[in-house]
């Protein structure tokens, strides 16, 4: 990691990402392999000028199929790892706003 903005890859935007940002004030970040919870942390503070309560990391693997010929597996998609970030009271991202 050379800097902070080599941490954060892209916001995820889902059904569940949405409800997540109206109800319990989290946001959903893509971030590379190998971010910890502090550098997300620290990102997310000083990117968006935020107070972070809480960071959950999750792995999610990768999608799987089996070739029917040589019975070989292959990877279809990659797996990715996710930083949902909950925010302090009273304060939001702007880049979410328009996704009410």
């Known amino acids: 990691m050379t800097s902070i903005y080599d941490v ?4 995820v935007v889902t059904e569940k990402s949405n409800y997540q940002l109206n109800q ?8 590379s392999n190998d971010a ?3 550098m997300v942390k620290e990102a997310i ?7 972070v309560k809480r960071v959950n990391m999750m792995k999610t693997p990768a999608k799987r199929s089996v070739r029917a010929r040589s019975r070989r597996l292959m990877v279809r998609k990659a797996g990715i790892k996710k930083a949902i ?16």
């Open 85 to 100: 970030v909950t925010l302090a009271e009273g304060n939001s991202i702007e880049i979410f706003e328009g996704v009410q």
């Open 45 to 51: 503070e000083t990117i968006f000028d935020v107070d």
């Open 36 to 38: 910890t919870k502090a």
């Open 8 to 11: 954060l890859r892209r916001p």
């Open 24 to 31: 319990l004030n989290q946001y959903t970040f893509e971030v």
